[in-house]
């Protein structure tokens, strides 16, 4: 059967709408675990410690799925740029879906003891393994069925997941809370976003299994046999830009968990705030990221990814003391302009990520690419930046120790970007032509 262009976009439609999907529900386990660490985790796994102390074992949980997703990016890099993309997202999500369900049925800390802190960290780390192959698949999908010309906006439907799923994480536990009292809460209301888990996981399934294999993919396979070890081939013509691309992304990340994590336990706690006016404000915060992306991502294919890029890095440098000074005052509408600019100023860093990271790795070593760099950055931002904020605030007494750190890592993706090419225009199959040795970088 001939394809027109309007079966063309019909398929390039169902493409961005499954990558959204499906990216929306691994993020909403993913975040659902965040929640639940600065809200609960402390208090059911770690009684036996001070609050404070609680709130860091139970951040450093969090971080443990942080340390998994570069293995996972690695072990599902490896089967992506050899098996295929759509077949690597189904593993991912199974994969991630099931150790959310475990969490939601895992005792407590008052009904196995040591052993429930020993269970909740290894489950915590098979989500960061599944969470860890999705990103590098999901955006390549999407950015490998793209226009070249579109390549900026559509890699932003992935992307989009993140602030959906913090949406329906929020949504999920503002319902709890506002039918639940905080003894109910504890006592089993934290266990059902966990377990809601389980019906997104079968629709998101169902989406995955109906959206065909990448056409770059398979035509860079036809022409050229695929690499018997992407990773090693990669780090071979390609670490210098591997290791930009996890100093570049590290800043939108830290920020990020900085927003959905960390403030969440400095606003019930140090500002002693109510966790439902919180829970609001990054739902708010999140809607504006939700808007902010897209946009700023298309707006990538009309000037660059690195204009937009640089932009958002030095805006989010300069917003970094404002948006806690904004929060200190305890004032719920200051509190979400300091939340909304924040995660408008990371959309310019956050959306175009997509496209740079596909554009700047040849389709046989793409998706092995694409993971270790941003999964790089997940490590050196969001896995340590709860912790070091909430230590920060510890040793200083004040939020703009805080500010300051967001401020350097700002710093640091700036500089990292601006020694990276700009890729918007550039061939996705430039690299796999046969008759060429891989091409160093």
Do not use: K
Not at 44 to 69: D, N
Not at 87 to 110: E, H, K, N, Q, R
Not at 307 to 315: M, N, S
Not at 390 to 410: D, E, H, I, K, P
């Amino acid at each position: 059967m001939a394809t027109t262009p309007e079966t063309d976009r019909r398929s390039l439609a169902r493409v961005a709408g499954t990558s959204f999907i499906g990216t929306t529900i691994e993020w909403y386990d993913f975040f659902i675990y965040a929640n639940a660490t600065a809200l609960v985790f402390g208090t059911l796994f770690f009684p036996r410690l001070s609050p404070t102390a609680g709130t860091l074992a139970s951040l450093s949980t969090f971080a443990v799925g942080f340390l998994a997703r570069p293995l996972g990016g690695v072990l599902m890099g490896h089967f992506g740029d050899r098996v295929g993309r759509r077949s690597v997202l189904v593993a991912s999500l199974m994969i991630m879906g099931g150790a959310t369900i475990l969490i939601g049925l895992l005792p407590t800390y008052d009904s196995i003891g040591v052993w429930a802190p020993i269970l909740l960290v290894t489950l915590r780390f098979v989500q960061g393994l599944g969470v860890g192959g999705e990103w590098g698949g999901a955006v390549l999908v999407a950015v490998e069925h793209a226009p070249p010309s579109r390549r900026g906006f559509y890699g932003s439907f992935p992307q989009m997941g993140v602030p959906a799923g913090i949406i329906a994480s929020n949504l999920v536990f503002l319902g709890l809370s506002s039918v639940l009292s905080r003894e109910q809460f504890l006592a089993w209301g934290w266990r059902v976003p966990f377990l809601l888990s389980a019906a997104l996981i079968a629709v998101g399934l169902y989406a995955r299994v109906r959206i065909a294999e990448s056409p770059v993919f398979l035509e860079a396979r036809r022409r050229r046999p695929d690499a018997r070890m992407p990773v090693v081939e990669l780090l071979r013509g390609h670490w210098r830009r591997v290791v930009l691309v996890g100093l570049a992304f590290m800043a939108a990340n830290t920020i990020g968990y900085t927003t959905i994590v960390y403030v969440l336990s400095y606003a019930t706690g140090a500002l002693r705030m109510e966790r439902t006016t919180v829970l609001l404000l990054v739902l708010f915060a999140s809607v504006a990221q939700l808007v902010a992306t897209p946009l700023l991502s298309a707006l990538s294919d009309r000037v660059g990814r690195r204009r937009v890029f640089v932009a958002g890095a030095a805006l989010s440098l300069l917003w970094a003391a404002p948006m806690f000074l904004l929060l200190d005052t305890r004032n719920a509408a200051l509190g979400l302009i300091g939340l909304t600019g924040a995660v408008i100023f990371l959309s310019g860093m956050y959306g175009p990520q997509a496209a740079i990271a596909s554009e700047l790795f040849p389709t046989r070593v793409r998706y092995s690419g694409a993971s270790l760099g941003y999964q790089i950055s997940t490590i050196t931002g969001g896995a340590v930046a709860p912790l070091i904020a909430t230590a920060l605030y510890a040793r200083t007494g004040t939020s703009m120790s805080v500010a300051f750190y967001l401020a350097v890592v700002c710093l640091i993706s700036l500089v990292a970007v601006l020694l990276v090419p700009e890729t918007r225009g550039t061939s996705l199959t430039a690299g796999d032509d046969p008759t060429r040795a891989p091409a160093r970088s």
